[in-house]
């Protein structure tokens, strides 16, 4: 039997060794003391916010189809979040959106408002929660399709509901029922078709989603099997986070685990998976074999919180971080009023990439915004790399952001 003593030095011992590994990253990563971050005066781009449309707030993710030059944007109810995202706790269904939705913006026509003209897509054929049609949008990514048609894949943050009634479980107790959609649209069309529902033990917690060519796609669960209670909120100090895979036909496995808060993962142009973490440094990035197994293969250190990752048709990947992670956080209290949290967007690209098995990546600060002036608290940033514009929007935040390139 071993002493009280040794099993307190024992514990205390563990304690701090889990204070040096999992409180020092939270501290320091995740709330971020002691960073300096930059005002946006110390950047070449002028910034302009498209602010006041109620269709152009909380949106979360967006997607970029160069070709077609069409923004496709998955937007909520900044105040709305408050109540209803599962992802970080917020299990009030009865308090969520009624009017999230798909924005199929047109980035070459300029409106008379300031902004760019765009469609609000319909979803006719969508049931949604026991028919009531709705979504409730979280992470999105987009295809194109053979035909050019472009397919946009999203995490949807369903309630659960009593399945003869319809009528809400209550979702603290029993968890949301996050379902991961696909639906398809022609560039320039008003309505999206919905084609496939994926709902499968394996999708918990999920995130955001990267689909390879044939329709297989990878997810993250950003607390892995932990939908409710102590264990969610322990996750990212845990790490319960985890990748998975399903396969065309929607059969889902766990491929990686071990993850804090893993989020807006990344198909690389290159054949890798880049997946980063909103509660630890860096991007682990990995190998994906045919049948979705994947091998860890690298880290790129990034000393950021990082939300999502989207790539350019350059294949740069752009990567929007939160400096201040409290702040972030805070943003969700009083999204309309509150002050605005900082956002810093960090270049990341894979030099040398024509040499197989080699893993170097040159990192460059492209923006940030200490005093959140012009950016949104961003949870995505799409760079396009024909015009050099940024385009960047935040899950609560109230509009979105345009920067262009000074020219000096
Ligand atoms: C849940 O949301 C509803 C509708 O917004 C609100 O009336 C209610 O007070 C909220 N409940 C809690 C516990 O926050
Ligand atoms: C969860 O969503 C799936 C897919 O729509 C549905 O079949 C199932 O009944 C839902 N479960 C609950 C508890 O809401
Ligand atoms: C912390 C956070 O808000 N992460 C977001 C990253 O982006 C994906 C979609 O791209 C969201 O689903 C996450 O919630």
């Not at 160069?66 to 998955?74: G, P």
């Not at 297989?216 to 845990?238: M, Q, Y």
């Not at 895979?245 to 804090?260: D, N, P, V």
Request: hydrophobic share 40%.
């Amino acid at each position: 039997m071993p002493s009280t003593l040794q099993v307190l030095s024992v514990l205390f011992a563990a304690g701090a060794g889990l204070y040096q590994f999992l409180l020092r990253d939270v501290i320091f990563t995740t709330v971020g003391v002691g960073r300096t971050v930059l005002p946006i005066s110390s950047f070449p781009y002028h910034c302009q916010r498209i602010t006041g449309d109620p269709n152009l707030q909380a949106c979360e993710d967006m997607w970029l189809d160069e070709k077609s030059r069409t923004l496709y944007l998955a937007c909520s109810d900044p105040v709305a979040r408050r109540d209803w995202m599962p992802n970080i706790h917020r299990m009030n269904a009865s308090g969520r959106a009624l009017n999230d939705h798909i924005v199929a913006m047109d980035i070459d026509s300029p409106s008379s408002e300031g902004g760019y003209t765009y469609r609000v897509l319909e979803t006719p054929d969508f049931s949604g929660v026991h028919g009531d049609g709705r979504i409730h949008v979280v992470g999105m990514t987009g295809s194109v399709s053979e035909d050019g048609e472009n397919q946009l894949w999203l995490i949807n943050a369903r309630p659960s509901v009593d399945p003869t009634t319809g009528q809400l479980l209550d979702n603290a107790v029993v968890g949301g029922n996050s379902t991961i959609e696909l639906f398809t649209t022609a560039p320039g069309s008003g309505i999206a078709r919905h084609v496939k529902t994926f709902a499968d033990p394996q999708i918990t917690t999920p995130n955001n989603v990267a689909v390879t060519k044939d329709g297989a796609f990878f997810f993250t669960n950003d607390h892995g099997p932990h939908k409710i209670g102590l264990l969610h909120h322990l996750s990212p100090v845990l790490a319960t986070g985890d990748a998975s895979y399903c396969s065309a036909a929607g059969e889902c496995k766990q491929i990686a685990k071990g993850f804090r808060f893993p989020n807006g993962l990344h198909l690389g142009s290159d054949g890798l998976l880049y997946i980063p973490s909103a509660a630890m440094r860096g991007i682990d990035i990995f190998k994906p074999a045919a049948d979705g197994s994947v091998e860890n293969v690298h880290h790129i250190h990034l000393d950021y919180p990082i939300d999502n990752l989207s790539e350019d048709a350059n294949g740069d990947i752009f990567a929007a971080a939160m400096p201040k992670g409290l702040a972030t956080l805070a943003a969700f209290e009083d999204p309309m009023n509150g002050p605005i949290p900082p956002a810093t967007v960090w270049r990341v690209r894979r030099v040398n990439r024509e040499v197989e098995d080699k893993y170097e990546y040159e990192l460059f600060k492209v923006i940030e915004d200490a005093a959140g002036e012009k950016l949104p608290g961003a949870t995505t940033v799409i760079h396009d790399s024909s015009t050099g514009r940024l385009f960047l929007s935040g899950v609560v935040s109230p509009f979105i952001t345009v920067c262009q390139k000074k020219i000096i």
